[in-house]
């Protein structure tokens, strides 16, 4: 489960970051910066996993439920202003 949702991960930070790029986001830098600390979350998971799997898990569900609410209600939001001006929808 974890290699899928890293696999996941990055190809979509990929093209979400590609698409800042293109389309000169003006919170570029901040968007990124939370992606990473999301991969480094996802290590630190995968740490804890080699220690304990059952509470990877958890740790894992809980992690991704914030992430979910916060990141995608939050912060994804404010750039799709951006993606829609470019014909993105």
């Keep these: 489960m974890y290699r ?3 696999i996941y ?3 979509h930070f990929k093209l979400e970051e590609g698409y800042f790029r293109q389309f000169k ?3 570029v830098k901040e968007h990124i910066n939370k992606h990473r600390n999301f991969k480094f979350n996802l290590i630190a998971v995968k740490n804890i996993m080699a220690h304990d799997r059952s509470m990877a ?3 894992l569900m809980d ?3 914030e992430w979910l ?3 995608v209600r939050e912060a994804d939001r404010l750039y799709v202003k951006c993606f829609k001006e470019h ?3």
């Design 9 to 11: 991960a990055n190809a």
């Design 63 to 65: 992690y991704l439920e």
């Design 57 to 59: 898990s958890s740790v």
């Design 87 to 89: 014909g993105l929808k």
């Design 69 to 71: 609410i916060h990141h």
């Design 25 to 27: 986001y003006e919170k």
């Design 4 to 6: 899928q949702l890293e």
